[in-house]
């Protein structure tokens, strides 16, 4: 294998989900594209640093001083939905039903990693946090840490008089309770609803 | 989501085995990464594809004339084996086993696709093929079309009286009969050989 080729399946490699196997497909792949092609691929991966800030506002990636759902007069901005990541923003968006506002925290509490509160965008949550916002809804993940940043968050907003609450756990839509795990299964019946 | 993260969002997805989410995944990953590190990256795609050539004589990729493997002295001049791409020749390398020469066509005959002969490297394995070569081990992939080129191979070469071989047929190391499909078991009975 010549080095050029070796060095290009390290990058892909080092990249998450890609083993060596799929490195090596995509850097052959890339050899065998067009030269144009590879040119913009090149560009677009130092676009995307070069030109990707944090919005001042709620923190998640955008290319002007406040990103587009920030911008946005006709959202509501009375809810703030707080995520660990960017990409989650996109999940919810994907609804086209959430119409407020979103906070990125950029990670979870995780002792584990050396992660506390203070490296994640707390201070920044609680500074945009005025008398116009009257509920934030924690959609963190549902595993150990984002419950564990779900409880801290509540612990420092519910203070301010604000409503704060979580995503609800439960059965996956189309799911068989035969094949639900025991914690979401007794987590849907603890959280079970009235039929209306 | 910012235009210039779409943008590496679909060039990650125009690559084989990477959907949307996958790709979406990894373009988030980049903006996370290290300004130089993602440089790297960026440049390291570009030099595969300036850098790179077709080796003169196995039509491997090479950054010089001539790859490695063509240019060492030390492996047996007398064996060819013939591969659909350059990927097939990392996996033989691997094994440390084989010490002949290689030859990549750069696809199979697929009419569906409009691949004939002649859109493959057949003519340099012909002008290849000296007093020397004594056998042609032919290891394209066990698919029709790999099957189908391997028997166009064997027709042009076996005239020149020069032996041409095929890989084996037979059973997975480690599998179980039950779970082999049907034309597999047939060729492994087919192509059974004497306990020594």
């Keep these: 294998m010549t080095p050029s080729l070796e060095k ?6 080092s990249l998450p989900g890609i ?16 030269v144009t092609n590879v040119k913009e691929f090149a560009d677009s ?3 995307v640093k070069s030109s990707i800030n944090l919005c001042s506002s709620c923190q998640s990636f955008c290319e002007r001083e406040k990103c587009d759902i920030c911008s946005d007069s006709t959202r509501d901005k009375t809810v703030v939905c707080v995520v660990e990541d960017a990409k989650a923003i996109d999940s919810i968006e994907n609804l086209h039903e959430y119409k407020g506002q979103y ?8 002792p584990i990693d050396g992660i506390g509160p203070e490296q994640l965008k707390l201070k920044e949550l609680l500074s945009r946090i005025d008398e116009n916002v009257k509920e934030v809804i924690v959609a963190t993940n549902p595993s150990v840490e ?8 509540g612990r420092i907003i519910k203070p301010l008089g604000i409503k704060v609450t979580r995503l609800a756990y439960g059965l996956p839509v189309g799911a068989t309770l035969e094949y639900a795990d025991g914690i979401t299964l007794l987590r849907a019946i603890e959280g079970r609803t009235e039929v209306k």
Excluded: P
Excluded at 103 to 110: A, C, N, W
Excluded at 146 to 153: D, H, K, N, P
């Design 8 to 13: 290009l399946i390290n990058h892909f490699a």
């Design 19 to 34: 083993g060596r196997k799929s490195a090596a497909r995509l850097a052959y792949y890339v050899l065998g594209m067009d």
């Design 45 to 47: 991966l130092l676009n």
């Design 103 to 110: 906070h990125v925290l950029h990670g979870v509490i995780s």
């Design 146 to 153: 984002g419950e564990a940043t779900a409880l801290y968050i």
